[in-house]
């Protein structure tokens, strides 16, 4: 007779536990916190696309946002990425020093 199989309980490794980190939502703080741009990867994980459908958009020019290719890469602006998920940016456009109506003052 066989004796009973063992199971063991499977630990994730680190390259699973980094998938798992970006399996996480994306958040506006998150977003912003990539920093002025990104890379490819990330802006279609943003968006909710695939990785390669990302590089297929990429080389065709049909990305939904704007990006540049730096070298062998390709850099993805934040800005435009937060601009199309209808959030808004701080660093956005505030109100004119110089107008009244927007400081408060009464005309």
Do not use: N
């Not at 490819?40 to 297929?56: C, D, E, F, I, Q």
């Amino acid at each position: 007779m066989r004796p009973p199989r063992r199971t063991r309980t499977a630990t994730p490794a680190t390259g699973e536990a980094s998938r798992c980190e970006e399996r996480q939502a994306w958040t506006a703080e998150r977003i912003r916190a990539l920093g002025p741009s990104t890379d490819l990867a990330t802006a279609a994980a943003v968006l909710g696309m695939s990785r390669s459908a990302a590089y297929k958009l990429a080389r065709r020019d049909a990305f939904p946002t704007p990006l540049y290719r730096v070298g062998a890469h390709y850099r993805v602006p934040t800005a435009p990425i937060l601009a199309m998920l209808h959030l808004p940016h701080p660093t956005g456009p505030g109100p004119d020093v110089g107008d009244a109506d927007s400081v408060g003052e009464p005309p």
